[in-house]
């Protein structure tokens, strides 16, 4: 049997998959904390860092945990157990847990969350929405439903395979949906790449009300149509993409997906009178 895999060699399998190279310059994706020759038997992929993954991964004994959101984003000016982040580093380190975040450089990545979101939604023929120039990595993804769709029951087929009770959207009920244009987590910034491409619809999070105005045609009809299924609604697959490419990679290893939601948001809809 394969000797089992060290952190290192963990995370040299992923960058080369999702090369550190192609993350945006404002990430801090890689390794962020723990020993790289750390063995590593048992590991629990999440989506977020949270007191709650970490007491998970000391349930199962884990050794390694890797999430897609990094934990340090920007500098500490201190490691003490009275603030959220600066907390979480104390403990990894005292349990001896090492945390690996594959962020924008996984959003990048052919395969990568996009499109997991687009193969979650049932697209086909799917692509980059904006590749890079060698074509290899790129932003967001487009695709094809099967069938057109009028866009009310798409937004029902939305809000149940991405189990999320509400969604924020701009667009006619009753305008056909077929080409559907996909970005998890954040992805204001491709909204215009998604019309320029012949997207009927585009999903996404994190849009801000003015956005919204961005699909306006001169008479106020939007097209394409643009929704907000929430940041971490579109991108949670990426556990699941992520330990199904692990586990075939390191079969020795236990892969483990979190079985709660690091997401501190919820959404509040009022009972029916």
Same mark, same amino acid.
């Given at each position: 049997? =394969?000797? *089992? =895999? *060290? &952190?290192?060699?963990i995370a040299e399998f992923l960058e080369a998959w999702a090369p550190l190279s192609s993350a945006m310059s404002y990430d801090n994706a890689g390794l962020q904390v723990g020993n790289p020759d750390t063995e590593v038997r048992t590991a629990l992929l999440g989506l977020d860092m949270t007191p709650e993954l970490l007491n998970e991964a000391k349930t199962l004994g884990a050794t390694l945990i890797v999430t897609h959101h990094p934990l #340090?984003?920007?500098? #500490?000016? $201190? &490691? *003490?157990?009275? *603030?959220? &982040? =600066?907390n979480l580093v104390w403990r990894l380190a005292s349990e001896n847990i090492a945390l690996y975040s594959i962020h924008t450089n996984l959003d990048a990545a052919s395969g990568g969350v996009s499109f997991a979101l687009a193969e979650q939604l049932g697209l086909a023929d799917t692509e980059f929405l904006q590749p890079s120039e060698s074509g290899e990595t790129g932003f967001g993804v487009i695709g094809s439903l099967p069938a057109p769709i009028r866009l009310q029951a798409f937004l029902e087929i939305i809000a149940e395979r991405l189990e999320t009770p509400a969604l924020r959207y701009a667009g006619d009920p009753e305008a056909p949906i077929r080409r559907v $244009? &996909?970005?998890g987590g954040a992805g204001s910034n491709l909204i215009a790449e998604a019309a320029s491409c012949g997207a009927d619809a585009y999903i996404t999070a994190d849009i801000k009300y003015h956005d919204f105005f961005n699909v306006l045609d001169t008479r106020g009809h939007p097209h394409p149509a643009l929704i907000d299924a929430g940041h971490y609604e579109t991108e949670k697959f990426t556990e699941s993409l992520l330990v199904e490419a692990l586990a075939k990679q390191f079969p020795q290893t236990a892969w483990r997906r979190t079985k709660t939601s690091t997401s501190p948001v919820r959404t509040f809809i009022p009972p029916k009178r």
């Open positions: 049997m =394969p000797n *089992t =895999p *060290t &952190v290192r060699q #340090l984003f920007r500098p #500490l000016h $201190a &490691v *003490t157990t009275e *603030t959220y &982040v =600066p $244009a &996909v970005c």
